[in-house]
């Protein structure tokens, strides 16, 4: 009985001190992500070997699509994960609130400003206070063109949305189209043009404007919004301005729409897309020839308004800290480092460095390099404001640019559609 | 003994099938009726308020009357045409084989027949004799094969009678010198062997001529130069009328009149941009003109009307801009050989998109609906027919008096099922247009309004609930007639 107890006493200690002294042995770090083994986990493992051989730190993943209702449940269970990499700092507001995420003023704040744009600080700042990092970042406001025939036209890239619609009448004049745009896409149909409204969002309005809209504070109805899809309108409800008309911007697969850039002669000359784009550009009929940097290339989204410059729209991973100790303190440091980015592109990712020092010649491509030159180019940068509102407000969006193009006409009736249902799905 | 244990014995048989039965069916129907009544996640009691948004928001008063529209257009359509065929069939060699090609769309899913059917519906950009089409679908591909005229030879006629000398001879040597050149230096780069090469250069003449007439070029990328076969027509074009003496638009003007009608057009419409800038003309007066500036035009081009109205910038140029006139674009060539057959876009097109989809669903179901009604007209009894027709009875009578009495209850039974599957339509409208374009229906709504963005349980609680009510009588008068119908048996 005596050794039974015994036995029992020590089978306790033994559970009792095992994680302790594991802690103290051991560095680990939980990192809540939505990226998942097919495309980005690789990726970001290759960009942290250097940090992870260095330290000796293990980084354990936790991969979730569901990624804010599992942090909250984490965060109010007493168990965050020590680093996370979340969509916006609106979707962890009250985190932010209560204090649970980790201010970042550990960093040193001359040498932040001097990698960083401000851009990107101020991104990253709440209320003063510096929260959130983004190593890695993604340009949307693309018009891509083919340098070739252009020159063949002896058409020049445009400056201003003046030009670009001279140059849109010029082409047309010319006997093709301007812009090539497709709309398609299975049941997220028209969300290629929510981003040109977005775009145009940030060239027609102040940034305070955008980011109301985003949530709600200006009306759908308003004037601005109004103004940014009539803005729109000037090209897609022109049929002379877009490819096949405005029947076939509705038709056309996103993923399709580059091609007729690459027709000889060319059926469009304009198109306006994220860099993912360049991935398509193969699949077109003789695509697989095509040099980037020679055949195909692109220019930022022409300023509308000179008063709101030059802003670019994309997408660009935040991560904030929910645990202090010097393995995560470290982690975020290394984050932040002039090439944290190279072994992410290494290993084949896709993305721009934020940090302005990041070698050059890293980049894969003269194209990656072009829209690294362009990102520090912008006079701000906004997310991509659909992805940001509430899911039936975004369908609400996609089936209103689709109902816009087919009969811009009716953009009244559209815009108090979508207000109303805003009206419901933001006040839940 | 055995009489105290069969008190329990029917419910341990019993038990397993109806506990399933209430966990498969009951529990989640109420379930769906309890959500129906709570807010969007399902938390707080909210009376009515999903049921005032699924009876009276726009889009799913769009969806009612799109199922209205899908049930009449529907079940009329299967149930006729399985009827049809079904009697069609009874009397052919063949019949077990023609009811098997007619079946056999259901074996395909709806999932499935939705794809194959976008890609027969599939439009591409619409394409011009020059830059030939490329319809993929193909409604639309045998849509433009049927093009009665506006051949680029057609176009070479035409100059031809207003006095610009040109020759198909020339449009084509000029069309296979380009070829020729571009395969020569295939074959000095050594993409082409010289057999290969020379191959492509005997058929060349013939395919040229062929894309005269307006056929395709060839699609094949041992062709070198395709792309610059309509620069190739075009510039021989430009450069016969280059020979015709100073002053000679009108003559190209009366030849392919969208030629000068765009340059109209461009110039206006600048003027029209200027004269809105300087404030001498109302922005509203000004968009009048531009949506009328293309028609006028062309008009001014063809018969030399003048438009009416104020605030035509540069009426009297426009002579001098047609005499000026000595290029032809690719645009207005095109234009003018326009045959006016344009590729219809199925699907998004409004007022034909709703039927478009309808179709597919007719195309799945009709043999569903012919191989049940195939059997109850073989179950009736031949002398009947057979009694008829010594009666003196034509086939027609034989048919509607005869025959459709007979088939009667198989037909409402058959013709309630259609009612019910068309209620519940959801695969192909989600797959072919998700609802947009007007061709809402309510189940896509119920599943948008779950999965499309904000996870409204109680929209689409509501949503299932009155689909259900919809439902629940039409099954009930179904099973009734089917006991009946068994019991007559």
Known sequence: ?428 | MNVQRSNWAPAVFLGPAVFLLFMLMVYPALETIRLSFMDRLGERYIGLANYDYALTSPRMQEAFRNNLLWLVVFTSGTVGLGLLIATLADRVRYESLAKAIIFMPMAISFVGAGVIWKFVYDLRAPGTPLQPNNQIGVLNAVLLSIRPDGTLSDAIAMLNTEGVPITDEEVMQAIIEVETARIEEAVDGEDLTRAEADELLDILPGRVREYLDGQTPPRDERWQALGQWPRAAIAAINEAIATLPPGSGRIVCNAIPHACAMQIESIEGRAIDEAVAAGTLSAERARELRDSLRAVSVEYVRSGTRPAGEGWQTLDQWDDIIAGVNEVNIRAVNTTLDTGVEPIDWIRRQGINNFALIIVGVWIWTGFCMVVLSAALKGIPAELIEAARVDGANEFQVFFKVIIPMLMPTLTVVTTTMFITVLKVFDIVYVMTAGNFGTEVIANRMYLEMYGGNREFGHASAIAVILMLAIVPIMIYNIVQFRRQEARR
């Not at chain 1, 290759?46 to 992870?52: E, G, I």
């Not at chain 1, 729109?232 to 580059?258: H, K, M, P, R, W």
């Not at chain 1, 195909?296 to 202090?324: C, H, K, M, S, W």
């Open chain 1, 1 to 428: 009985m005596r050794k039974l107890i015994v036995f029992a006493v020590m089978l306790g200690l033994v559970l009792v001190l095992a994680p302790a002294t594991q802690a103290q042995e051991e560095c680990v770090i939980s990192f809540l992500t939505v990226w998942s083994g097919e495309d980005e986990l690789p990726n970001w493992e290759n960009m942290v070997r250097p940090f992870v051989e260095e330290t000796g730190c293990r980084i354990e993943v936790e991969s979730t699509r569901d990624l804010v209702p599992v942090l909250t449940t984490r965060v109010e269970a007493g168990n965050p994960p020590d680093i996370a990499g979340v969509p916006s700092f609106g979707s962890i507001k009250t985190f932010l609130d209560e204090g649970d995420v980790v201010p970042l003023d550990f960093l040193d704040m001359d040498r932040m400003r001097e990698q960083f744009g401000e851009v990107w600080l101020e991104l990253g700042t709440v209320d003063g206070t510096l929260y959130g990092i983004f190593p890695r970042a993604a340009l949307k406001s693309l018009i891509w063109y083919n340098p070739k025939a252009f020159d063949a036209a002896g058409y020049e890239v445009p400056e201003t949305w003046d030009e670009l619609l001279a140059l849109c009448q010029q082409i047309y004049d010319d006997g093709a189209a301007c812009f090539s745009i497709g709309l398609e896409s299975g049941a997220a149909s028209g969300w290629p043009a929510t981003d040109w409204i977005e775009d145009i969002m940030l060239r027609t309005t102040s940034l305070e404007n955008y980011d109301a809209w985003v949530n709600h504070e200006i009306e759908w109805t308003g004037e601005e919004v109004t103004r940014a899809w009539e803005t729109f309108g000037q090209i897609v409800g022109n049929d002379d301005f877009q490819f096949g008309g405005s029947a076939g911007t509705l038709a056309t697969n996103f993923g399709e729409a580059i091609c007729p850039l690459f027709t000889d002669p060319p059926g469009a000359y304009l198109h306006r897309q994220a860099s993912f784009i360049q991935a398509f550009i193969a699949d077109c009929p003789g695509g697989d020839a095509l040099v980037p940097g020679e055949d195909y290339d692109f220019f930022l989204f022409p300023p509308i308004d000179e008063e709101y410059g030059t802003p670019g729209l994309g997408a660009a991973d935040l991560f904030v800290l929910f645990n202090d100790n010097e393995h995560t303190r470290a982690l975020i440091e290394f984050l932040t480092q002039p090439e944290a980015l190279a072994g992410w592109l290494e290993g084949g990712g896709s993305g721009i460095a934020t940090n302005n020092q990041f070698p050059l010649d890293l980049y894969p491509d003269p194209l990656s390099r072009r829209a690294a030159e362009l990102l520090q180019e912008v006079d701000a940068f906004r997310f991509d404001a659909s992805d940001l509102m509430p899911g039936d407000v975004n369908q609400a969006f996609w089936t209103g640019t689709l109902n816009f193009v087919q009969d811009p006409s009716s953009l009244a009736q559209i815009l108090e559609n979508i207000e109303s249902i805003a009206d419901q799905s933001y006040g839940e």
